[in-house]
């Protein structure tokens, strides 16, 4: 019985000591290396203010000004050899494409348990962390990121954070332009609220020749973060030739965000007008050719000889002459007679 015991409190200790010593070990985020395996980093499950199953893509805390929140980090190594890892807080902004990306200083709201931690071979191990909300903090979504680095890599598990409060939901579409040589549709999404948005776009377009067309819908791949600003494109595949047209870009979000914008341009070939402007030239260059030569009595029987009165009334006088002298020949002879 007391060897029962014995061996009952060994095997409790030594579980004990297995969930504590991943306890202590912070995790790192990082994606495998091509053509083999590498260190990896996900929210654990069964922690946070949603806890839920396996497999949540990111945290999501929230909390009213004041309060202190706290979740777990999994991190997984399974290599051969033991990594160390390197842990800190950072916020989350938008590139100007809209892309996802973490400050590079430390976020003074996320403290991890350790900034350091080696994580041995074929271990998993959770990792602790706490998020300290400002009392003077906005109401709405403040995105954040545990970021975490080793063996020259760095990556980042996604933390959605929301103040407790008034939420808006709002967004403008501004500085929207057409490039007719590449066939394009530049425009910039601002958010105007305090929550993260998922815009959906609609583009019309409106031709005085070409009519009215619906060119695109679709949900745009980016979350615009609050006060962030995204320039972003669209195609335009078959612009008119010969059209003045105009774009209406419609974006929409959750929440009732709604934001329109519009642009015009002018569709000339010119290379065509300029094919036809040399035809035109040519052809009121050779009418010009034309008449000047027909003016100018230019090529054979075109007009009357210079000459001609001359060489006439001289032949009438001398027919005249030889005429008179015919007829008087008679009258001569016979007065000599």
């Known amino acids: 019985m007391l060897t029962r015991n014995i061996r ?81 807080g950072a916020e989350a902004y938008n590139t100007a494409s809209g892309g996802s990306a973490f400050r590079a200083t430390g976020h003074t709201w996320i403290i991890p348990a350790a900034r350091t931690v080696q994580v041995p071979a074929r271990t998993s191990a959770r990792v602790p962390f706490s998020v300290t909300v400002p009392a003077t903090a906005e109401p709405g979504d403040h995105p954040a990121a545990i970021v975490a680095a080793a063996g020259g890599r760095e990556t980042g598990v996604r933390v959605q954070l929301r103040v407790s409060g008034p939420t808006l939901s709002a967004l403008t579409v501004e500085d929207v332009r057409v490039d007719k040589g590449r066939g394009l549709i530049h425009y910039t999404v601002v958010n105007r609220g305090n929550t993260a948005l998922t815009p959906h776009l609609d583009v019309r377009t409106d031709g005085l020749i070409s009519g009215a067309h619906h060119l695109t819908g679709r949900t745009l791949p980016v979350e615009l973060l609050p006060g962030r600003r995204a320039r972003l494109t669209e195609k335009w595949p078959h612009p008119p030739a010969l059209d003045s047209a105009s774009v209406h870009l419609t974006v929409v979000a959750g929440g009732g965000a709604h934001g329109t914008g519009a642009a015009s341009a002018v569709f000339v070939p010119w290379w065509r007008v300029a094919g036809a402007a040399v035809l035109v030239l040519v052809g009121t260059g050779g009418w010009f050719a034309v008449r000047r030569r027909r003016r100018r009595g230019d090529g054979p029987g075109s007009g009357p000889d210079p000459y001609a009165g001359d060489s006439g009334t001289s032949d009438s006088d001398s027919s005249t002459s030889d005429t008179q002298y015919t007829d008087s020949e008679p009258a001569t002879a016979g007065a000599a007679t």
Do not use: H, I, Q
Not at 14 to 19: D, F, H, K
């Open 8 to 88: 009952s409190a060994v095997l409790t200790a030594a579980v004990l000591l297995c969930s504590a010593v991943p306890a202590l070990v912070p995790a790192a985020a990082a994606e495998p290396a091509a053509g083999g395996s590498g260190w990896t980093a996900a929210p654990a499950s069964g922690a946070g203010t949603r806890p839920s199953a396996d497999g949540r893509p990111y945290f999501y805390l929230e909390g009213a000004p004041g309060t202190v929140l706290e979740d777990t980090l999994a991190l997984t190594n399974p290599g051969k050899k033991a990594v160390t890892v390197r842990l800190r």
